[in-house]
T-cell receptor, first 111, second 115 residues
């Protein structure tokens, strides 16, 4: 069966510091991968998705970036965090255009 | 564009009460419809889905029917338990012809079930 991992689970970072969040999927090959952000009191916002190694599509312009160095690894990064980057970051995978399966999430607090 | 409207919460029910969470959508084509559940501090879990009109998705006592004529996908459960307390999200799949991969989510409905 497929499993999806995210780490770290929680993170507290100062404004202006860099960020790296990692997501890995096991038990499947060539998945579509997604990064979402869930801000307090708001819905889910799709940030990036990837249909293959090195292929990244950005849905929202911002100071975040994503990379996919391996088939089942998806990384979310920032060079300088802003207060507004605080939120719950969710990684997801799918094998088609519809059903997506989510990871446990990373709670990021920027102070 | 695609959009999803969910009833606003929070919803508070007593154990064994009947649950309905309304969801309506606007979409191009005939997308799949989903309900996801998020327990406190966790990621989203797929609760059920329906892929075409009149399909009924069901899981763990929850049901939802894809109603094309009313563009709705209401979530129901006959008898809720304390363990059902969570946030529920209705979501709309992408229209394949548009080349999109984005699920469109509602804002979520928080359910609290009290003993």
């Amino acid at each position: 069966s497929q499993t999806i991992h995210q780490w770290p689970a929680t993170l507290v970072q100062p404004v202006g510091s860099p960020l790296s969040l990692e997501c890995t999927v096991e038990g499947t090959s060539n998945p579509n991968l997604y990064w979402y952000r869930q801000a307090a009191g708001r819905g889910l916002q799709l940030l990036f998705y990837s249909v293959g190694i090195g292929q990244i599509s950005s849905e929202v312009p911002q100071n975040l970036s994503a990379s996919r160095p391996q088939d089942r690894q998806f990384i979310l990064s920032s060079k300088k965090l802003l207060l507004s980057d605080s939120g719950f970051y969710l990684c997801a995978w799918s094998l088609s255009r519809d059903t997506q399966y989510f990871g446990p999430g990373t709670r990021l607090t920027v102070l | 564009g695609n959009s999803v409207t969910q009833m606003e919460g929070p919803v508070t029910l007593s154990e064994e009460a009947f649950l309905t969470i309304n969801c309506t959508y606007t979409a191009t084509g005939y997308p799949s419809l989903f309900w996801y559940v998020q327990y406190p501090g966790e990621g989203l879990q797929l609760l059920l889905k329906a892929t075409k009109a009149d399909d009924k998705g069901s899981n763990k006592g929850f049901e939802a029917t894809y109603r094309k004529e009313t563009t709705s996908f209401h979530l129901e459960k006959g008898s809720v338990q304390v363990s059902d307390s969570a946030v529920y999200f209705c979501a709309l799949g992408p229209y394949s012809g548009a080349g999109s991969y984005q699920l469109t989510f509602g804002k979520g409905t928080k359910l609290s079930v009290i003993p």
